[in-house]
């Protein structure tokens, strides 16, 4: 566990590095976090009604899923969208380049038909898994679990494919899968990252979540959701800044597989630890 978190500090500490000299990174999750509240009210609502309108015991039916599909395809956009355009800069910054919200708007939009269809393949597969995890029970949903997790590995490197090196979303995706074997091997998992310093700092906002508890029981309402509303603002900051340094590590990660080394500001043990391989089954071998 103490290695784990040490990884994951200096993965956090390079990465913010960069996010420092380049605030405006944080922009994009901003943006998409804004678009994505605000596309998916109206089929959440939709979803809600339908599912209303079915017995006790529902059996999910077509307009479901395709409203299910229609949420999906359009959150995945968005988020794509304006993480190309964070991978943009994120990739110009570690070259030493200036950029700019500007720059990465416009290098985003130069790959508007390749997001489109990445997102299309995405919500898709989302949609396949989410059909199995409700119609198969607890099987269903430890089945979709584990392809979710292969598969979110696989395409670890689709967005810096799709705009770093232009290529097209079904190209990016095998392509993304061989440079991860290729750099880290046939059997590997995902290693160092932030989730170890993320953790420990989101659990940094139960101390006003505490204080505001014992305002309310001291009578003071006020204050208590004063505080409740420090702890809220502090999750909605943190979830922007590793959103950020979570992009901009993926792409000094692309680089290093690019070039075999790592960009300025990271370590090649960091960005070696990123990830590793699946550790040997007492039954079956590796």
């Not at 700019?100 to 489109?116: C, D, E, F, K, T």
Request: glycine share 8%; hydrophobic share 55%; net charge positive.
């Amino acid at each position: 566990m103490g290695d784990r978190f040490t990884r994951s500090w200096v993965v956090a500490k390079e990465s913010w590095a960069v996010l420092r000299s380049n605030p405006s990174l944080s922009i994009f999750p901003v943006l998409a976090a804004l678009f994505t509240i605000i596309a998916s009210t109206p089929f959440v609502i939709a979803i809600a009604v339908s599912s209303g309108m079915q017995d006790k015991h529902p059996v999910f039916g077509p307009l479901h899923y395709a409203l299910t599909f229609g949420m999906y395809f359009l959150n995945y956009l968005i988020v794509i969208y304006f993480n190309s355009a964070l991978v943009a800069c994120a990739h110009a910054s570690l070259q030493g380049q200036p950029t700019s919200l500007n720059y990465g708007m416009h290098q985003a939009n130069q790959r508007l038909p390749q997001i489109v269809g990445w997102a299309l393949i995405a919500s898709t597969v989302g949609t396949i898994l989410r059909a199995i995890s409700e119609r198969s029970g607890l099987v269903g949903a430890i089945v979709s679990g584990i392809v979710g997790l292969v598969w979110n590995v696989a395409v670890f490197f689709v967005l810096p494919l799709l705009v770093i090196e232009k290529k097209g979303p079904v190209v990016a995706l095998k392509e993304s899968a061989k440079m991860l074997k290729q750099t880290w091997g046939e059997r590997i998992i995902l290693g160092a990252g932030m989730g170890t310093v993320t953790v420990l700092f989101a659990l940094v906002g139960l101390i006003p979540v505490s204080v505001g508890i014992a305002c309310f029981i001291a009578g003071h309402p006020a204050l208590g959701l004063a505080a409740l509303g420090v702890a809220v603002l502090y999750w909605i900051l943190l979830t922007v800044v590793v959103s950020s340094l979570s992009m901009i590590f993926q792409t000094a990660l692309f680089m290093y597989c690019r070039t075999g080394q790592a960009p300025a500001g990271f370590s090649n043990e960091s960005v070696q630890s990123a990830f590793r391989e699946k550790p040997a089954s007492k039954f079956f071998g590796r």
